[in-house]
């Protein structure tokens, strides 16, 4: 079963949001997934995702409110299939970050997207409620890009 896990830097707003967006597009197609999300530091660990990130998910059905950031682990790269960063930094993070033993694939979560492969994600963390729109439309992109892949058999 394909498994997935979202990284963004403190896992409070573009990658809880790509999970939600993820998991709402695999129950729409009816897909056995495993998504989850992590960031690359801990100061937000034990934290729900930023409230614009929960407005923003919930104004587009989705409900991401029982979210709680963590830090990424060495076995999450045994336990994913797919490890998935949502910019650059954290990209090359992950890579340092991975044991020998890994068996997880590494990618930009905009590398899934037609026409947008070695795009980032902006962070919406410094920015007002509309660049959180912009980063859920990024996120929703690449899930319905994902899912069809999975439902592929990819």
Do not use: Y
């Amino acid at each position: 079963m394909p498994s997935i896990l979202f990284v963004c830097l403190g896992n409070i707003c573009r990658s809880p949001l790509a999970e939600g967006a993820l998991r709402a597009e695999a129950q729409r197609l009816r897909l056995d997934l495993i998504v989850d999300s992590a960031g690359t530091g801990n100061w937000h660990a034990g934290e729900p995702p930023d409230e614009r990130a929960q407005r923003t998910a919930l104004r587009h059905g989705v409900d991401i409110s029982a979210l709680r950031a963590r830090q990424v682990r060495p076995a999450d790269f045994r336990r994913f299939t797919h490890v998935i960063a949502l910019d650059h930094e954290n990209l090359a993070n992950l890579r340092k970050l991975a044991p020998a033993d890994s068996v997880a694939e590494l990618s930009l979560l905009l590398d899934h997207v037609p026409g947008r492969a070695g795009q980032a994600v902006a962070d919406p963390w410094f920015g007002d409620e509309a660049g959180f729109d912009v980063t859920w439309e990024d996120v929703t992109a690449a899930a319905r890009a994902l899912a069809a892949g999975f439902s592929r058999g990819r």
